[in-house]
């Protein structure tokens, strides 16, 4: 295969689709992905349940009283339209000054500090604990506008579903790695040195505290192995220019342009609609899951929902890597559409199945076909965006217009699931979320993957 190096102020970097720059590249998803596993999907979730004597107990903040899941969840619709204004704002400057590496590592750090921060996380103090969760979920988010743009920069188009899957595959074997270093920290803290005490109390205490520190090793790990990541990626396409007050707001022209530009490249527009719709009820589910198993699932015990809800994460990692490489064959024999459909369908029954599940067994069967399905619709989502890009350098807008429609779509789930979850109960807001995937489905029928763009 042919390729060219990248050129930064006349310094020859690694070539383009190199093993060494695509290692590198797929690498930040095992530094990143701890905090999915560990923050948003299974130990904060359950520790932040610890926080309340019961269920049902509200929770003061921001001057309204609301349900516990209601709060997290309007906190992270925020967060996320927050990543939706920035990262074009950003994506715009890093693709002016050539240096998208740079806020690539800004997000990566913001975030690993949000994560040690939650060490402190308490109802005393929620408004500063809540700043601890927004730096976490906008660090991670953030840095993944950067990230993603990089992809069609270092691979070249029959290199990117592989490379893709590669990067979820690695990030689903180390954040399960540390995960299962936290599961025994949590269930067996004595051996990690924590008093257990004598009584059951006392054995609690310390299983909460082992929660505490398992954030810290998240926002360490994060920052160390992000390490190689930012070491070998090139800081960017090199213009050489400076910031400047008049280029601030560049990012959001450029989403202009490429809104313009979209209108005369129908397959690429297309596809980001259904897009659209899909993700956003993907992402929804993806971040709630874990709230919802600790309230609707009947539990025997405290101990039992513990362990079990951080299994079925780890069942869902695990399975993930499967559904990813599953996924990116079955796309080179039968097309991204079509493999991308028959996820989606997949994704709707499992709406209608969590509306009736009530059993431990029954959200672990589920866990099983989420995870199948998760890092296959992830993978190939952001895969098949990169080869439906026109040729153009300036990459990290095209990524940032791709995110800004993931984030507003979030911002969209999460509000509604809120709000449903506010006046009904989660089981009707995840039964709601089967129209989103009818709609991708719908609008992936109208995508001609063989198509050349205009």
């Known amino acids: 295969m042919n390729g060219f190096y990248f050129l930064y102020m006349g310094e020859t970097l690694d070539l383009k689709g190199s093993k060494k720059l695509l290692n590198a590249w797929a690498f930040y998803d095992w530094a990143n992905s701890v905090y999915t596993l560990t923050i948003a999907s299974s130990i904060f979730p359950i520790y932040y349940s610890t926080l309340f004597s019961t269920k049902d107990e509200l929770v003061t903040a921001f001057g309204f009283d609301m349900k516990q899941t209601v709060l997290i969840s309007i906190v992270t619709a925020f967060t996320f339209l927050v990543v939706a204004f920035l990262s074009p704002v950003l994506s715009g400057i890093a693709d002016y000054v050539g240096n998208k590496k740079m806020f690539m590592k800004f997000f990566c750090y913001t975030g690993s500090l949000g ?90 205490l310390a299983k909460v ?23 070998v990626l090139p800081k960017g396409v090199g213009k050489g220019h400076q910031i400047t007050k008049d280029i601030v707001f560049n990012g959001l022209k450029e989403l202009k342009v490429v809104w313009g530009q979209l209108k005369e490249n129908e397959r690429l527009k297309r596809y980001l609609n259904a897009f659209f719709v899909f993700s956003m009820a993907v992402q929804t589910i993806m971040l709630v899951a874990v709230y919802f198993g600790e309230k609707e699932i009947a539990w025997v015990s405290a101990s039992e929902k513990t362990t079990g809800l951080i299994i079925s994460v780890l069942v869902i990692q695990l399975v993930a890597i499967i559904g990813a490489v599953i996924t990116s064959k079955a796309s080179e024999k039968y097309g991204n559409i079509k493999t991308l459909i028959v996820v989606n369908a997949i994704w709707m029954l499992l709406c209608v199945y969590a509306y009736f599940m009530v059993t431990p067994i029954q959200f672990y069967i589920a866990a099983g076909f989420v995870g199948l399905v998760m890092g296959g619709v992830q993978s190939l989502g952001r895969s098949t965006y990169s080869k439906f890009l026109p040729e153009t350098e300036d990459t990290t807008s095209y990524f940032s217009f791709y995110d800004v429609a993931e984030k507003i779509g979030i911002v969209i789930g999460m509000a509604l699931f809120a709000i449903i979850d506010q006046v009904s109960n989660m089981r009707y807001a995840i039964l709601f979320l089967f129209v989103f995937f009818l709609g991708g489905i719908i609008l992936l029928f109208r995508v001609n993957e063989t198509k050349k763009p205009l």
């Open 115 to 204: 994560c040690i921060g939650l060490y402190w996380f308490d109802l005393e103090h929620i408004h500063l604990s809540l700043l601890f969760y927004f730096m976490g979920l906008i660090g991670y988010w953030g840095s993944l506008v950067f990230y993603n743009s990089y992809l069609p920069d270092i691979a070249f188009e029959d290199q990117q579903d592989s490379i893709s899957a590669k990067g979820f595959s690695l990030g689903y074997f180390g954040s399960v790695l540390l995960l299962l270093l936290n599961l025994t920290m949590v269930m067996k803290p004595e051996l990690f040195g924590f008093d257990i005490g004598e009584t059951e109390d006392s054995l609690n």
């Open 209 to 231: 505290e082992a929660m505490r520190i398992s954030f810290i090793t998240v926002g360490l790990w994060w920052l160390i192995f992000s390490q190689y990541t930012f070491w």
